[in-house]
């Protein structure tokens, strides 16, 4: 390792350019652009209810999006990206469209960002939402037995953090197999390279945190399936990311699929996420057993 290098054999720059989607990709503005245009489109397709608070800050709202006369059916908390320090639920409104037609509900949750919190608050309030949306399913027509999680890019860490929560630790009465499976999309799951990059500049992880917030080392709380997927197209670190969660894994679920999707990027594994005809959305629905 040379003065140079500040982790995996990458100097600085190197490691900015694996992180950097945007410069890698970017078309992300005109993907962002039309998926934004979607959302709209998505309110007049979908029953909804939206800004349901779930905690007591005012960046702690959930949006609803409901099939047609719900009853009992699987619910999948959606947790947004945005490298923990930007986006908004409002912008992921168009996501509905890959689980909702096939029976599911779909929960996109608001949290607040990093730095105005720090890591540990913005877990403890993706854990609260998914705790809600358990204890509350029945009121929208949801089966709280049958609560899934997904998410993409940085919520595919908060995912993988909601399958390593202990929830009875948690949340009174919350069962150990309140999440029944967890699709985590091009995730990051070891934060130390993050803290060696140019995102540390804005959220200032310290090292306890990247310890108690890395899910590759952390275990599984349940034996519940776990599908981690990540675009064949994307940085050698986030395919890296996604392999040393598996193996991490592997040997501690029954079910934990490794899923790399050729061709896609690190945007365009979002926009399959929301593709009832792609690979991946198959893969998911099948996790929560929907045609």
Known sequence: MNEATVFG?????ALDAQYDNRARH????ELHAAWTADGAKVLKAFEHKLDVAYGPSADEKLDIYL???????PVNVFLHGGYWYSRHKDHFRFVARGLVPAGAILVVVNYALVPAVDLDEQVRQCRAAVAWAYRHAGEFGGDRDRVFVSGHSAGGHLTAMMLATDWPSFGNALPRTLVKGG???SGIYDLEPIRHCYLQDTLRFTAEQEARNSPDRLAPAT???ALIAVGGAESDE???HSNILAAAWSNRLAD?????VPGLNHFTMLGAFADPASELNAAVRAQMGLA
């Not at 054999?9 to 720059?13: C, E, N, P, Q, S």
């Not at 934990?256 to 790399?260: I, K, Y």
């Open 223 to 225: 034996d519940a399936p």
């Open 26 to 29: 970017p078309e992300h503005t």
């Open 183 to 185: 699709a985590a999309l």
């Open 67 to 73: 099939p047609k006369k719900p009853n009992k059916v």
């Open 238 to 240: 986030f395919l890296r």
């Open 9 to 13: 054999g990458y100097d600085r720059a």
């Open 256 to 260: 934990c699929r490794l899923m790399v």
